[in-house]
Nanobody, 127 residues
């Protein structure tokens, strides 16, 4: 069982940066692939980024490639999302998600593939 708590959201102007963090509880965090998703008002939840449990494999939505970076620290049970060059369309609630998988390179961009979710953190980018 993994519990996830996101932090780091806030209000930022377009072009600015934010760093989101997700703190995970549980002794086997290092065997969980992790993902970040976001949901804007009136829209479906969408994939943002994912990272394998080893950290050696990552994937990004086309809309954030080159601007966002996902990373993890298994010793600290945390996964982060560095967001640069933010745009108003990045506004939404950002969710951290986890799925247990022993494959060293496993990642998923499908929300249905994740078992555990955080409560979300609001990111608002003003124009």
């Amino acid at each position: 069982q993994v519990q996830l708590v996101e932090s780091g959201g806030g209000l930022v102007q377009a072009g600015g940066s934010l760093r989101l963090s997700c703190a995970a509880s549980g002794p086997t965090f290092s065997r969980y692939a992790m993902g970040w998703f976001r949901q804007a008002p009136g829209k479906e939840r969408e994939f943002v980024a994912a990272i394998s449990w080893s950290g050696g494999n990552t994937n990004y939505a086309d809309s954030v490639k080159g601007r966002f970076t996902i990373s993890r620290d298994n010793a600290k049970n945390t996964v982060s999302l560095q967001m640069n060059s933010l745009k108003p369309e990045d506004t939404g609630v950002y969710y951290c998600a986890a799925v247990h998988n022993l494959n060293i390179r496993y990642i998923s961009n499908n929300a249905a593939g994740y078992n555990y979710w955080g409560q979300g953190t609001q990111v608002t980018v003003s124009s």
